[in-house]
């Protein structure tokens, strides 16, 4: 069985009746959960593994530091990556206009005009795109996890 844990209880376990329970072996390190559960012991039902940029991405806050002579990126200060400053820089700033976006596109709904490669919607969005289809397609990871297995 893969060794979970979680920041708040340490040790979980996937439910028996979940469609992950039978994996050994997963593509990235951090898992996202629907529900947790205490009973014997705790339980995690709806879960999913999701990449680095992921979390990236769609996690919380991003902040940039240089851990033991290594430069990091970090998620809400706890879910910490290595990566070349250049990448987390760049990582940075693109959620930075990704959560603009977002809120524009709430506030304001309209589809992203792929035709016109100019505006800053295809501009974000294609940067992003790229980035994880790069990390993906090369299987070489810009983000190297320093933490074991951990969900959110």
Not at 68 to 73: F, G, M, N, P, Y
């Amino acid at each position: 069985r893969v060794k979970i844990s979680t920041k708040a209880d340490g040790r979980v376990c996937i439910h028996p009746k979940s469609v992950n329970v039978e994996e050994t072996e997963f593509n990235h390190q951090w898992l996202v959960y629907h529900l947790k559960m205490k009973t014997s012991s705790i339980y995690l039902y709806d879960c999913t593994e999701v990449s680095p940029y992921s979390l990236l991405f769609f996690g919380g806050d991003i902040s940039i530091q240089k851990d033991q002579d290594q430069d990091t990126i970090a998620v809400d200060e706890w879910i910490v990556f290595r990566s070349p400053p250049r990448i987390a820089h760049l990582v940075k700033d693109l959620k930075t206009e990704l959560d603009s976006l977002l809120k524009e596109k709430i506030e304001n709904p309209q589809p992203v005009d792929w035709d016109d490669t100019k505006s800053r919607d295809c501009a974000v969005l294609s940067a992003i795109i790229d980035l994880i289809t790069t990390q993906e397609s090369d299987e070489a990871r810009n983000f190297d996890p320093s933490f074991p297995r951990r969900l959110l």
